[in-house]
């Protein structure tokens, strides 16, 4: 039976963004999807002031993610794999705070994956989230020069609010430095209108579990150009889990990508997820 990838996005992402990928495996003869979490995709909020580039508004407009919880996300995730479980084995891989899910996941229903897939995501072992972005290897993310984007006060609003359409050369340039440097202009602006404006803020406290987790197979696809989450960030996840689940360690595969490049340029990435099986 078919192996069926389920691809869970990153933050303030959706599965818009996952279609060429999708199709680059369509044509490869295997099945996939990219899901939509709770209220995002076509239940995403996008204030008119979004579109109208009205910042006062938009630091008010009201957002559906408000409270959003990190278990709604797990659960509907848990669904998914479980639709599709009967057709066959099920692969979840999740990029950049979509792995958060995918651990909470693997913990949660190890016996109804096959395998799951970290691509240059979240995978928290040793500390939290907030501790890993104290860490030394956090300390080169391109995204401490990003903080421009955010539109609202997180607080008041209840989520965060981005605004990627920004004109401004200077956030622009540090948008493109940590989402795609190697993409055309063209590309970085597509990638970026691809993104929803707004995100829950809750993301778990899960770390990964050796009795539950540590008993799935699990891959690591390390983005070597990726300046979100550096590679020094993504190998220190790589060996705490590995200290973990000794008998169980990463498998480790490296694609030549930006953080958004393998979507955006997505035949390699296509080739690695298509030959698992």
């Known amino acids: 039976m078919s192996t069926t990838y389920v691809f869970v996005p990153g933050s303030n992402s959706n599965s818009f963004s996952y279609a060429p990928l999708l199709r680059e495996l369509a044509l490869l003869g295997r099945r996939a999807l990219a899901v939509d979490l709770p209220g995002h995709g076509y239940a995403a909020t996008v204030p008119l002031a979004y579109h109208a580039r009205d910042a006062a508004a938009l630091a008010t407009a009201p957002t559906g993610l408000a409270g959003a919880s990190h278990e709604d996300a797990v659960a509907h995730v848990v669904d998914v794999v479980r639709r599709a479980a009967e057709h066959g084995p099920v692969v979840p891989a999740g990029h950049s705070r979509g792995g958060f899910t995918v651990t909470s996941v693997a913990n949660r229903v190890p016996e109804l994956l096959s395998r799951v897939v970290y691509v240059s995501a979240w995978c928290c072992v040793d500390l939290s989230p907030a501790g890993y972005t104290a860490q030394p290897e956090y300390a080169s993310s391109a995204l401490h020069d990003t903080a421009g984007v955010l539109a609202a006060d997180p607080v008041a609003l209840g ?114 997820f298509a030959a698992l099986d």
């Open 159 to 272: 989520a965060l609010r981005m605004n990627w359409r920004t004109t401004d050369p200077a956030l622009l340039a540090a948008l493109t430095t940590a989402l795609d440097a190697g993409g055309t202009e063209s590309e970085v602006l597509i990638s970026l209108g691809l993104l929803e404006p707004d995100e829950g803020l809750d993301v778990g406290a899960d770390r990964v579990e050796a009795a539950t987790w540590g008993r799935v197979p699990h891959m690591y696809v390390r983005l070597a150009r990726d300046r979100s989450l550096p590679p020094e960030l993504q190998d220190r996840f790589i060996r705490e889990a590995d200290a973990l689940t000794p008998d169980n360690p990463f498998d480790v595969r490296t694609l030549d990508s930006s953080h958004v490049g393998f979507l955006v340029r997505p035949e390699e990435a296509a080739r690695l």
